[in-house]
T-cell receptor, first 114, second 114 residues
């Protein structure tokens, strides 16, 4: 069974569209994250949720809105997509709060905005 | 702002060669340090970590890393690489007082020739 699963794996869309990426973890973890990997392979944290509560919100355009319906799910909705949003988006989870000893990552969603 | 630098972006080695990947971070306080690896077609996974104690830490598959506080470095080493070590390697830092926020380096692509 996949520990952290995100869908879709690939997403190709036009500028201006609205799209969502879903993430689910079956590890019983309390904390979930969204990371963005740019074309230079830098992984940058976007958001972190602990038990459905937002705890990290980096400088991300407000077109990006995370939603956590329960602690096993953290979805990412993106409005009015722009060319610069093209990247690989990784979901991750970790046990407990505070300093994560180990992050478990999903396989990534490659978003291409045309 | 905290940052992590990985100086080697692309490394090509022959099997049995020794490996050292550099990682430096910029933060004056106490840190937790990590190396993550992404094998082709697989998820990012934890290779090893340092929180406290012996600055020489050992991870999976024969990898080790040494934390040198005076140099703000956490270099990854392996005495003899195998073809199966071909992967992307990411150094990451979590500063104490910066709960849950893992800062990643740019990554190093390691290609091991059989």
């Amino acid at each position: 069974d996949t520990a952290v699963s995100q869908t879709p794996k690939y997403l190709v869309t036009q500028m201006g569209n609205d799209k969502s990426i879903k993430c689910e973890q079956n590890l019983g973890h309390d904390t979930m994250y969204w990371y963005k990997q740019d074309s230079k392979k830098f992984l940058k944290i976007m958001f972190s949720y602990n038990n459905k509560e937002l705890i990290i919100n980096e400088t991300v355009p407000n077109r990006f809105s995370p939603k956590s319906p329960d602690k096993a799910h953290l979805n990412l909705h993106i409005n009015s997509l722009e060319l610069g949003d093209s990247a690989v988006y990784f979901c991750a989870s970790s046990h407990g709060t505070g300093y994560p000893e180990k992050l478990f990552f999903g396989s990534g969603t490659q978003l291409s905005v045309l | 702002a905290q940052s992590v630098s990985q100086h080697n972006h692309h490394v090509i080695l022959s099997e049995a060669a020794s490996l050292e990947l550099g990682c430096n971070y910029s933060y004056g306080g106490t840190v937790n340090l990590f190396w993550y690896v992404q094998y082709p077609g697989q998820h990012l996974q934890l290779l090893l970590k340092y929180f406290s104690g012996d600055p020489l830490v050992k991870g999976i598959k024969g990898f080790e890393a040494e934390f040198i506080k005076s140099k703000f470095s956490f270099n990854l080493r392996k005495p003899s690489v195998q073809w199966s070590d071909t992967a992307e390697y990411f150094c990451a830092v979590n500063a104490r007082g910066n709960t849950g926020k893992l800062i990643f380096g740019q990554g190093t692509t390691l290609q091991v020739k059989p």
